[in-house]
């Protein structure tokens, strides 16, 4: 028999695993690829910017992977907590394990976020832009700024989003990090693109 | 607690956000094709994020079935390996056309650009970083376990890092090609 990829493709369809893989996944992540690409809109608007300004196009990669990266440890570690009962539903705002993880969360978001920043900068000098004190402190108050801002919100989304899934009885896992990472892409590349639009 | 809570937070934070910084710096040394390209800023936040959650999904499967004692799941020519490196591969086609489509519907709409080589470049960059990272992920995956660590606690920043920097590699080769 001759060679056939679509019949091969249609084999690998049928696959138990394949299919199960593919049913469960496909949905979530055509969702949160559409939300990703709107915030990729906001970064099209400020291409010219971001093409002259090149420590910013430095930063898009890694603040998209960053505020998600955070997303998915707050939900993951509140929604673990939820649902092995160390955590009550009453009084949440004010329960030690929340605080901790907001105190944890938000100092090792500020360190990444001063990181990112000056090492965007040093390898934008290296790819030969100017040093300009001006431009470089944008740069850090720009990446921390954007990086508290949305933490924070992520922060929020993930405790409101946690104790709503565990309410219906759902696995938050499967809903929230793919919700969070979502927010955070769109969030990230539009506070972005804002930062760029009000400053140049 | 807290102590090691933050510290094992910031470290895989620091490594993923690395290779983001290395991604973002190829990006800046090919600015001159980038800027040719209409459509390319809507492209990227989404394949980065795509790439970053097919692997890490399918290193977290392996590592599940590793631990559960399927051996077999850490022999790519088992039913359980090839069919979950079927279903990365499937997945990274289908949402990468799914970008290309929103990228180049937005172009059009928004801007007023008709930039059909986008959706190409979305297809053929999702096939190199596939052929790449699919192999790479599920090897690594099998080497951390089989030298006595936990793939769950490494593979989520270095899948990312590593992610990264394929994904920039492979859609500037996209590019290339075009």
């Known amino acids: 028999m001759a060679y056939s990829p679509i019949k091969q493709l249609h084999n690998i369809e049928q696959e138990k695993t394949t299919n199960k893989i593919l049913r469960e996944s496909v949905q979530v992540l055509a969702f949160s690829s559409i939300i990703s690409a709107f915030g990729g809109i906001g970064l099209e608007l400020v291409r010219e910017k971001l093409l002259l300004f090149i420590p910013f196009l430095i930063?898009?990669?890694?603040?998209?992977?960053?505020?998600?990266?955070?997303?998915?440890?707050?939900?993951s570690r509140f929604t673990t907590a939820l649902f092995t009962k160390q955590l009550k539903r009453d009084h949440i705002w004010t329960h030690p394990f929340v605080q901790s993880l907001f105190t944890s969360t938000m100092t090792a978001a500020v360190i990444t976020a001063l990181y990112m920043g000056g090492v965007a900068y040093l390898l934008a000098i290296i790819k030969g832009f100017p040093f300009n004190i001006y431009l470089f402190v944008n740069v850090l108050a720009v990446s921390l700024l954007a990086t508290i801002v949305l933490v924070t919100i992520i922060f929020l989304v993930s405790i409101l989003g946690g104790l709503y899934v565990h309410k219906k009885g759902h696995d938050p896992d499967n809903y929230l990090i793919p919700l969070a990472t979502g927010i955070a892409d769109l969030g990230s590349m539009l506070v972005l693109a804002l930062v760029l639009l009000w400053l140049f | 607690?807290?102590?090691?809570?933050?510290?094992?937070?910031?470290?895989?934070?620091?490594?993923?956000?690395?290779?983001?910084?290395?991604?973002?710096?190829?990006?800046?040394?090919?600015?001159?094709?980038?800027?040719?390209?209409?459509?390319?800023?809507?492209?990227?936040?989404?394949?980065?994020?795509?790439?970053?959650?097919?692997?890490a999904s399918l290193a977290a499967r392996i590592?599940?079935?590793?631990?559960?004692?399927?051996?077999?799941?850490?022999?790519?020519?088992?039913?359980?390996?090839?069919?979950?490196?079927?279903?990365?591969?499937?997945?990274?086609?289908?949402?990468?056309?799914?970008?290309?489509?929103?990228?180049?519907?937005?172009?059009?709409?928004?801007?007023?650009?008709?930039?059909?080589?986008?959706?190409?470049?979305?297809?053929?960059?999702?096939?190199?970083s596939n052929i790449l990272m699919?192999?790479?992920?599920?090897?690594?995956?099998?080497?951390?376990?089989?030298?006595?660590?936990?793939?769950?606690?490494?593979?989520?920043?270095?899948?990312?890092?590593?992610g990264d920097l394929v994904s920039i590699i492979s859609l500037l080769t996209a590019i290339l090609v075009i």
């Open chain 1, 59 to 75: 930063l898009v990669p890694a603040m998209n992977e960053m505020v998600g990266g955070f997303g998915a440890i707050v939900t």
């Open chain 2, 134 to 162: 699919i192999p790479i992920t599920f090897a690594s995956t099998v080497w951390l376990f089989r030298h006595g660590y936990d793939p769950d606690n490494i593979m989520g920043p270095y899948v990312t890092a590593v």
């Open chain 2, 1 to 55: 607690m807290i102590w090691e809570d933050f510290r094992e937070m910031l470290t895989a934070q620091l490594v993923s956000v690395t290779g983001a910084l290395a991604a973002g710096t190829l990006l800046a040394f090919a600015v001159d094709k980038i800027s040719l390209l209409p459509g390319l800023f809507i492209l990227i936040p989404g394949f980065l994020a795509m790439r970053g959650s097919i692997a």
């Open chain 2, 63 to 128: 590592s599940k079935a590793l631990h559960q004692h399927r051996k077999s799941a850490g022999d790519d020519h088992s039913a359980f390996g090839k069919q979950n490196v079927h279903a990365s591969f499937l997945l990274a086609i289908a949402t990468s056309i799914l970008l290309g489509v929103v990228a180049y519907i937005s172009t059009k709409l928004l801007f007023g650009i008709d930039a059909p080589g986008i959706l190409l470049i979305a297809i053929i960059a999702a096939f190199i």
